[in-house]
């Protein structure tokens, strides 16, 4: 027996510091094809320099890759870290040439679609080329003017998180207006063996019951974070208090330095706070928004029912969203009031460091949530209103 399949073509453009990413897509897509190429009648098929240009001679390697692949792409997928590229006869980098061909043609006719994402993660300095980061940061800040809408991310996770709600907003596009003229045919045996890797057999509902029992952890958490923040902030207060009571009364060093050893212990003991729930917060994030995104995929498969469920999502995660918000501009300030503590003892001193340092760490956890979190509630939104 046969079926038919829609084949999208993804073409990834990028330079070479972004190779895992390249790398990561191709994983992603194969997996996505295992969910979606049975129930929806898609199938992604990745076209990359590496395994869809042969040998051959050219007046430039770009003029090659260019000829090779063509123009006839459903989807662009750029990717940008540290480096912009190798300049060409005919722009400032290879990425940015397959860039501004998709663009043109994305303007005259439609398509393809453009995605393009920024790793914002920090960069050796051994590894770093200025003149590169000051092109790359140049083309993002243009990219708004072209009507471009593009993604950042910190790590892998958030990468292959961003990703996959992507693209199951792309399969409910494309599986709605679908334009026939590529379609693959695929055996029943091919359809077996496709199928056959070891993959968790759970539902939309159990993907949707895990998210919800994640992030249910993840605000007791920040709740931890949060009641913790509030009361440090307090004895901190109530420290400087007494030391500020006692300058009129001529205080020996002794008792302002037992004072001071207070306060630099209830930083301490904060900073110990912050320490056990980075962890436990770190996963319930990843647990938490891989369900999600499991859950959009999964969700393709009965797109044209009742979205209720997905509303619902939207609503939780944009209250979420607001929470992680108010938690960092929280201990963003807080961060602030310890930063300008005065250096009085070296106890405090001390203190003050692992505080901050826990607080850094803190912050960008919350930094990673709200980016996440963005991106799979734009794919959320483009899926409910398709």
Known sequence: MTRKSTVIQLFVASPSDVQRERDLLESIVTELNQAWSRSLGVTFELVRWETCVRPALGSDPQSIINEQIGDEYDVFIGILWGYFGTLTPRAMS???????????????????????????????????????LQQVQS???????????????????????SLRA??????????????????????ETACIESTSLDVEDLGFLDYVELYESRMADLTTILTVISNATVRVGQQINQRTQEIADLQGQRPDTATTRRLVKRAADDMDAYANILAKQLPPMTS??????????????????????DKSDLQNLYINLTSLLRAACDSWKSLAGFRDSVSRLPRMTGDLNRAKRAVLGQLDFMLGEIDSTRHNINNILKSIDTILKG
């Open 166 to 187: 992507h693209l199951a907003a792309l399969a409910q596009k494309f599986s709605i207006v679908i334009t026939p003229a590529r379609n693959i045919t695929f055996t």
């Open 94 to 132: 290879g990425t940015l040439e397959e860039f501004e061909r998709a663009y043109k043609r994305s303007k005259s006719t439609g398509a393809p679609e453009v995605m393009f994402y920024f790793k914002d993660a920090p960069i050796a300095p051994s590894k770093m080329d200025p003149v590169q």
């Open 284 to 305: 319930s994030r990843e647990a938490a928004l891989q369900a999600l995104t499991q859950a959009l995929i999964l969700y393709q498969e009965f797109r044209n029912t």
């Open 139 to 161: 083309f993002r800040a243009a990219l708004p003017e072209k009507g471009s809408i593009y993604s950042t991310f910190e790590d892998e996770f958030g990468f292959q998180t």
